[in-house]
């Protein structure tokens, strides 16, 4: 449970920290000698809708929508699945849901 805080926190933080840098996808940097790696070179979480206790997060870079709940001193985030068991898109979703 203590590591999950701590991925919803450090996933928190990247949005925020990244919300409104325009960077090109770089996997190239250096720090100190080793190849240095960013949140944001793996996702770009934006939250798209919210309540008091849940959200939904949409990863611009796979398209994939994320659930997140926070009550009290608990939270989590999972991506929504399909029946089918793949990753719900926020595309899919639209074209099922907007008309």
Same mark, same amino acid.
């Given at each position: 449970? @203590?590591?999950?805080? &701590?991925?919803?926190?450090?996933?928190?933080?990247? $949005?925020?920290? !990244?919300?409104?840098?325009?960077? %090109?996808?770089? $996997? +190239?940097?250096?720090? +100190? #000698? &080793?190849? &240095?790696?960013?949140?944001?070179?793996?996702?770009?979480? @934006?939250? /798209?809708? *919210?309540?008091? !206790? =849940?959200? /939904? =997060? *949409?990863?611009?870079?796979?398209?994939?929508? =994320?659930?997140?709940?926070? !009550? #009290? =001193? &608990?939270?989590? /985030?999972? %991506?929504?699945?399909? %029946?089918? #068991?793949?990753?719900?898109?926020?595309?899919?979703?639209? @074209?099922?849901? /907007?008309?």
């Amino acid at each position: 449970m @203590k590591s999950m805080k &701590r991925f919803v926190l450090c996933l928190a933080m990247a $949005v925020m920290f !990244t919300a409104c840098l325009e960077e %090109p996808y770089v $996997v +190239n940097r250096e720090h +100190n #000698g &080793r190849i &240095r790696y960013f949140v944001s070179d793996f996702c770009d979480m @934006k939250e /798209i809708c *919210w309540d008091d !206790t =849940y959200k /939904i =997060y *949409w990863d611009k870079k796979t398209d994939v929508l =994320y659930f997140s709940y926070s !009550t #009290g =001193y &608990r939270m989590g /985030i999972t %991506p929504i699945m399909k %029946p089918d #068991g793949s990753c719900l898109t926020l595309s899919e979703w639209e @074209k099922e849901h /907007i008309k």
